[in-house]
């Protein structure tokens, strides 16, 4: 079994950092791309940023020079610092992982989700 556990949400002031963090576990054989979505109430989830196994970085343009996602490989973890947060970035934050199980196949998973709420 794969599980992708996240923390770090909570509330923060406008303008303020948070960081959050998602650990993969279980039978993991490997680990492609890995990334965080997030999704505002009435709204569909959406992309905030991806990294790929080499590092390889793509970001939401509505977070691009606030965000910065990263990845520690031997830990099968993967981060995204958030700065100068906006009411607007309020959302549930979802971790995704391309993961390879015992199968030998390639699997998505999703995190169950962690709130971050940003007051004016």
């Known amino acids: 079994q794969v599980q992708l556990v996240e923390s770090g949400g909570g509330l923060v002031q406008a303008g303020g950092s948070l960081r959050l963090s998602c650990a993969a576990s279980?039978?993991?054989?490997?680990?492609?791309?890995m990334g965080w979505y997030r999704q505002a109430p009435g709204k569909q989830r959406e992309l905030v940023a991806t990294?790929?196994?080499?590092?390889?970085?793509n970001y939401a343009d509505s977070v691009k020079g606030r965000f910065t996602i990263s990845r520690d490989n031997a830990k099968n973890t993967v981060y995204v610092q958030m700065n100068s947060l906006k009411p607007e970035d309020t959302a549930v934050y979802y971790c995704?992982?391309?993961?390879?199980?015992?199968?030998?196949?390639?699997?998505?998973?999703w995190g169950r989700g962690t709130q971050v709420t940003v007051s004016s």
């Open positions: 279980g039978s993991i054989f490997g680990i492609d791309a």
């Open positions: 990294i790929t196994s080499g590092g390889s970085r």
């Open positions: 995704n992982a391309r993961i390879l199980v015992l199968t030998g196949t390639w699997r998505e998973y």
